[in-house]
T-cell receptor
Framework: AQKVTQAQTEISVVEKEDVTLDCVYE???????LFWYKQPPSGELVFLIR??????QNEISGRYSWNFQKSTSSFNFTITASQVVDSAVYFC??????????????FGTGTLLAVQP | DAGVIQSPRHEVTEMGQEVTLRCKPI?????LFWYRQTMMRGLELLIY????????DSGMPEDRFSAKMPNASFSTLKIQPSEPRDSAVYFC?????????????FGDGTRLSIL
């Protein structure tokens, strides 16, 4: 069975603090893909990043960075020097590589990040 | 570039009425997904089309729900008759192909309230 766990329901930080959003996944597949999405208060879902299971290289994009560790089945997301505009619900998601009907994008329950000014 | 376009953004209607949600995927994308988001169940995949053909509709709650994709640039999700428990945000997403590594790009969603 596939599962994505985001244990942090809500996180509140003050602007300029660094914050890490945790994501732990379960899958029996050897090839799979991990994603992060952002849902700001306006409600849309915005794709942030995709990571392949065979590529454990960490990634940095501006203030955002992602730490993928297969050994702990984690794909954590860090925001450096947080800003009020980062306030949103962040979803981690998993999809296996098999085609057809079993190939669903499995979402975690999301982490609500509130950045206070 | 235009993203996934959904309409209406908000819909309020009385139970028993027919509701039709519309989606225009990103041009060139051949996979389309309908999701429902609720506080209780989070994001759930309802149905998935590839090249206009439904591939997986196992998430469609019941026969009151139906989805069509008559062409590559348009899809509808219909609820008939609607019930209060159908109240949710419905998202449409599209991807370049049905391959698992392709990110799904979401529309702004339709916030549906059934009174």
């Amino acid at each position: 069975a596939q599962k994505v766990t985001q244990a942090q329901t809500e996180i509140s930080v003050v602007e300029k603090e660094d914050v890490t959003l945790d994501c732990v996944y379960e899958t029996r597949d050897t090839t799979y893909y991990l994603f992060w999405y952002k849902q700001p208060p306006s409600g849309e879902l915005v794709f942030l990043i995709r990571r392949n299971s065979f590529d454990e290289q960490n990634e940095i994009s501006g203030r955002y960075s992602w730490n993928f560790q297969k050994s702990t089945s984690s794909f954590n997301f860090t925001i450096t020097a947080s800003q009020v505009v980062d306030s949103a619900v962040y979803f981690c998601a998993l999809r296996n590589s098999r085609g057809g009907a079993t190939n669903k994008l499995i979402f975690g329950t999301g982490t609500l990040l509130a950045v206070q000014p | 570039d235009a993203g996934v376009i959904q309409s209406p953004r908000h819909e309020v209607t009385e139970m028993g009425q027919e509701v039709t949600l519309r989606c225009k995927p990103i041009s060139g994308h051949n996979s389309l997904f309908w999701y429902r988001q609720t506080m209780m169940r989070g994001l759930e995949l309802l149905i998935y089309f590839n090249n206009n053909v439904p591939i997986d509709d196992s998430g469609m709650p019941e026969d009151r729900f139906s989805a069509k994709m008559p062409n590559a640039s348009f899809s509808t999700l219909k609820i008939q008759p609607s019930e209060p428990r159908d109240s949710a945000v419905y998202f449409c997403a599209s991807s370049f192909s049905g391959q698992a590594n392709q990110p799904q790009h979401f529309g702004d969603g339709t916030r549906l309230s059934i009174l």
